[in-house]
């Protein structure tokens, strides 16, 4: 069992961030967020997929008058992801928002800072410290290791905050580098009682940034450092990037959500095609958000064990499969069966959305 880092609770929109509570999986649009209807059907697209909170770009002031309409029409919280103009921002809290998140490197004057920590205080709307590792303060250049100038432009931003008596704060620090942002974000959980936001920035394609996200909030995560995660993929599948949020905190037994498929890899003892079978039952497992755990397994090795483990499983031998449902064995199927008769005992478990 993880022991989680006690941090402070804030409220997003009504989702409760830190305090060791659920650690919330995070997502941002990747549509125009002038087009409000595109939007929206993203955000409804996320929201489907399991996402609890989601960011959108503020590029100019444009955007943030749609935040009207989005608000509007999302059922989660949305954050508005602010750079270089504080003026995005207090455009953005007057529509409406939940949540802003602000670049200490790229609006540095204390004065506009300060204009919108008030506005957002007099709203009651908390702001995230976004430092990113591609875009830290001039200020904090020189001699200083990347890890230390992200840890400072977290901090100095949290006094200035803090000066303005305004604690509705959440802080990412986020890098390419896995190692980096491990050790920024051990650096920070350990100086500021504020929840924090974890992700690999940049992680790249599906297939490595799923890995590099894996690595680099698995450790993090088991270490008790987290409050709410987002894992940014380069995909226009945006569920992609919920799904392996989710698939991160599965592993480490922090959330529960929809189906686990244990499927083992097969080798020269299987006989039969271990592979397209654990594929057919994954997509057919798509759209339950049922907690169930599924085993499908080659042969009679590890197979028995594992599938009787499972809710329901199948032990799959030459020509035969043996069907287990909760430790039990239910019958032995013909391989032509092994699929049917394994989604039939699923079947009597689940329930699916479409
Ligand atoms: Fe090979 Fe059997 Fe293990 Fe699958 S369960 S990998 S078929 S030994």
Redesign the pocket.
């Known amino acids: 069992m993880i022991k989680r880092r006690a941090s402070r609770i804030i409220n997003v929109g009504g989702v409760e961030v830190g305090g060791a509570g659920t650690i919330v999986v995070q997502s941002m649009t990747n549509t125009d967020t002038r087009d409000v209807s595109s939007t929206v059907k993203q955000i409804k697209q996320l929201e489907e997929c399991g996402c609890e909170i989601v960011r959108v770009a503020v590029p100019d002031l444009q955007a943030s008058n749609s935040l009207v309409d989005i608000k509007k029409q999302s059922s989660i919280p949305v954050i508005a992801d602010i750079h270089f103009d504080h003026r995005l921002a207090l455009a953005a809290l007057k529509a409406g928002v939940d949540g802003l998140r602000l670049n200490p490197g790229n609006i540095t004057d204390p004065e506009k800072i300060k204009e919108v920590v008030l506005s957002a205080k007099e709203r009651e709307v908390p702001i995230r410290i976004g430092v990113n590792a591609g875009s830290l303060p001039r200020k904090s250049s020189g001699e200083s290791s990347t890890v230390q100038r992200m840890v400072d432009a977290v901090l100095e931003e949290i006094d200035l905050l803090e000066s303005l008596d305004f604690d509705m704060i959440k802080v990412s620090a986020k890098a390419f580098d896995v190692l980096t942002s491990v050790e920024v974000y051990r650096a920070i959980a350990d100086r500021i009682p504020y929840p924090l936001h974890l992700g690999i920035t940049e992680a790249g394609l599906p297939w490595a940034g799923s890995i590099r996200s894996a690595v680099g909030l698995g450790i993090l995560l088991h270490e008790g450092i987290g409050d709410t995660i987002r894992v940014s993929l380069t995909t226009s599948d945006l569920c992609k990037e919920v799904d392996c949020a989710y698939e991160i905190l599965k592993s480490l037994k922090l959330r529960e959500k929809g189906p686990t498929l244990v499927s083992?890899?097969?080798?020269g003892?299987?006989e039969t095609d271990?592979v397209s079978l654990a594929e057919e039952v994954e997509q057919r497992l798509r759209h339950s958000d049922q907690v169930i755990k599924v085993a499908v397994?080659?042969?009679v090795?590890?197979?028995p064990g594992e599938a009787k483990d499972a809710d329901v499983g199948i032990a799959c031998g030459k020509g035969k499969g043996v069907l287990f449902k909760k430790g039990k064995k239910l019958k032995v199927v013909e391989e032509a069966d092994f699929l049917e008769a394994l989604m039939q005992e699923i079947n009597s478990m689940v329930s699916f959305s479409n």
């Open positions: 083992c890899p097969s080798c003892r299987s271990i397994m080659g042969c090795v590890n197979g």
